[in-house]
């Protein structure tokens, strides 16, 4: 069974400042979708950004980018000049094939002014 | 373009009772997912539907919950009877051929 682990339960950071939210997951699969999720306190769930196992490029969203280390199970989320709206607790995800998504259970993360 | 809509938004109830949550997803998406995310925890899925068929209910506890999606659109969940354990935030998601699930604003039950 795929888990995803997320060791952090809370981080602050410093608007205007970087921070690095970490991720790692073990599974056999070899082809599969790692994401970011993002539940401000109004709980609407959205995907912040999202990573195919078999590109090698990091994807990146804007002020979000991943470090993504497949053969270290890593995937971790890089949000650059934080702002107050990031605000939030930050699920990482994974899935493979036609199995459900299976969820971190999140770290939330405060941004300071 | 409308998101997943969900109702009721809270519930408080006795345990023992019975309640229902109210799923309508994006216009076209023909998979649709209940989670059940526990305070401090990630979601888990409860159960997955394709059309109106069952994809994926191997962690629904089906001697209490129950849930359908008659016309391959909305979808009912159903807790009966309910106990202290299953307060938590209901989510709704769907997705069509894209891999990313949209999700609702969830329905966050009490049980007393």
């Known amino acids: 069974a795929q888990t995803v682990t997320q060791s952090q339960p809370e981080m602050s950071v410093q608007e205007a400042e970087t921070v690095t939210l970490s991720c790692t997951y073990d599974t056999s699969e070899s082809n599969y979708y790692l994401f970011w999720y993002k539940q401000p306190p109004s709980r609407q769930m959205i995907l912040v950004i999202r990573?195919?196992?078999?590109?090698?490029q990091n994807a990146t969203e804007n002020r979000f980018s991943v470090n993504f280390q497949k053969a270290a199970k890593s995937f971790s989320l890089k949000i650059s000049d934080s702002q107050l709206g990031d605000t939030a607790m930050y699920f990482c995800?994974?899935?493979?094939?036609?199995?459900?998504?299976?969820f971190g259970k999140g770290t939330r993360l405060s941004v300071i002014a | 373009e409308a998101g997943v809509a969900q109702s009721p938004r809270y519930k408080i109830i006795e345990k023992r009772q019975s309640v229902a949550f109210w799923c309508n997803p994006i216009?076209?998406?023909?998979?649709l997912y209940w989670y059940q995310q526990i305070l401090g925890q990630g979601p888990k899925l409860l159960i997955q539907f394709q059309n109106n068929g069952v994809v994926d209910d191997s962690q629904l506890p089906k001697d209490r919950f129950s849930a359908e999606r008659l016309k391959g659109v909305d979808s009912t969940l159903k807790i009966q009877p309910a106990k202290l354990e299953d307060s938590a935030v209901y989510l709704c998601?769907?997705?069509?051929?894209?891999?990313?699930?949209?999700f609702g604003p969830g329905t966050r039950l009490t049980v007393l």
């Open positions: 995800a994974f899935m493979a094939g036609n199995t459900p998504l299976v």
């Open positions: 216009s076209g998406h023909a998979t």
């Open positions: 998601a769907s997705s069509g051929l894209e891999l990313e699930q949209f």
């Open positions: 990573q195919e196992a078999y590109k090698q």
